[in-house]
């Protein structure tokens, strides 16, 4: 059996009576009838390398995975922690955690003791709630491994608040930043996160904080980000009503980018539109604002995929020449939209045209296109 091959348990009904050479752990059924045998004192003589949760079991019923010193992997994502977990943090050989919160949570500052975790995922894909936030500490910036976080909403120290717990130093292995809150990213920021990939972020406005104190034009000195999604609320979670300001700058390595909320004119989609290597564009919820969109000669060379999502946009100016290596375009909710330009239908690349809730003459336009 592959199991076998690869050392790998998949009940844990018989786990006390394994040999030592088991790495890897699959929990599939509930714990409850389990916990007594569970707690055998020759697990600690085992070497467990990995741990995953299939059942949504009870927090209580996983303290013996710390008898697993070894313990590299911990993918307890079906389990609803109401605090974190915070004997796993004598377990320093983890490399992988992905935990689930019910409510919102504080990370302790004893997480840096895992000195070794390079993936950190919260709540991500599941049991989604804009109540689900996590707090993390300052000794964030003491883990030096980090590569993954990733949350469902998370609120991140400054780097100079976390100078007063003592030294930090800069995030070289980090590549995947998920859902941070309120950042600001400034130059010292940039120099702490020199080759991150990938960036989600979020922005709620509370009125009082000017705009340009979270630094947008330094996005371009981003040099290795290659996934940007960004997305403004007001407190209420509705769409900001005042635009950002016309400092937003992006780095050309970017290849997939998504906006929502930003209410930018169109008259200033050069900036997106100049990336060499964007791939994927996607426009949200008034991410653009206005009745026309004009495009220019020579933008979107590469641009594969295009989502445009409630957007107030009316007239669309566009032929063949600005699009040549689109394959998809998705439009929805795109209620002012008047038609299609008839020169999308002509560009030789492009495999779908996707619609949903557009207005009748656009559908109408639509037809023609995809009849021909």
């Known amino acids: 059996m592959k199991a076998e091959e690869e050392k790998f348990n998949l009940d844990v009904e018989y786990l006390p009576e394994v040999h030592d050479n088991l790495r890897q752990v699959s929990i599939l059924t509930d714990l409850k009838n389990q916990i007594p045998r569970l707690e055998l004192t020759h697990y600690r003589d085992l070497r467990i390398r990995s741990v995953t949760f299939f059942f949504r079991n009870s927090p209580n019923d996983v303290h013996f995975i710390t008898n697993f010193w070894l313990l590299r992997v911990l993918d307890a994502?079906?389990?609803r922690f109401e605090e974190f977990p915070v004997k796993i943090v004598e377990l320093v050989n983890l490399r992988y955690i992905a935990l689930t919160y019910w409510m919102k949570h504080r990370f302790p500052a004893s997480v840096d003791k895992l000195c070794n975790l390079e993936t950190l995922i919260v709540n991500v894909e599941k049991f989604r709630s804009i109540f689900n936030t996590s707090f993390l500490p300052p000794e964030?910036?003491?883990m030096s491994r980090l590569r993954h976080l990733l949350f469902?909403?998370?609120?991140?120290?400054y780097p100079t608040d976390a100078l007063k717990g003592g030294s930090i130093v800069p995030l070289e292995n980090l590549q995947t930043l998920s859902n941070v809150i309120n950042f600001k990213w400034t130059k010292e920021v940039l120099e702490m996160m020199p080759n991150l990939k990938k960036l989600v972020i979020s922005y709620e406005h509370d009125g009082r904080t000017e705009w340009s104190s979270y630094c947008f034009d330094n996005f371009v000195h981003m040099h290795q980000l290659e996934v940007l999604k960004c997305i403004f609320f007001d407190k209420c979670y509705i769409k900001y009503h005042d635009p950002l300001p016309l400092n937003f700058?992006?780095?050309?390595?970017?290849?997939?980018?998504?906006?929502?909320?930003?209410?930018?004119s169109w008259k200033n989609m050069p900036v997106v539109g100049s990336l060499s290597n964007l791939e994927v564009l996607k426009l949200k919820f008034h991410a653009f604002e206005g009745p026309v969109w004009k495009l220019n000669d020579g933008e979107f060379r590469r641009l594969k995929l295009l989502l445009i999502h409630m957007i107030d946009l009316e007239h669309w100016k566009v032929d063949k020449t600005h699009f040549?290596?689109?394959?998809?375009?998705?439009?929805?909710?795109c209620y002012n939209l008047v038609e299609i330009p008839s020169g999308i239908g002509k560009i030789p690349t492009l495999e779908e045209i996707e619609f949903c809730e557009c207005s009748t003459s656009f559908v109408t336009s639509a037809q023609v296109i995809q009849a021909h």
């Open 140 to 142: 964030i910036w003491k």
């Open 249 to 264: 700058a992006f780095p050309q390595k970017l290849k997939r980018l998504t906006l929502s909320g930003c209410r930018i």
């Open 77 to 79: 994502l079906t389990i």
């Open 324 to 333: 040549p290596s689109l394959q998809r375009l998705s439009l929805r909710y």
């Open 152 to 157: 469902v909403r998370s609120y991140m120290p």
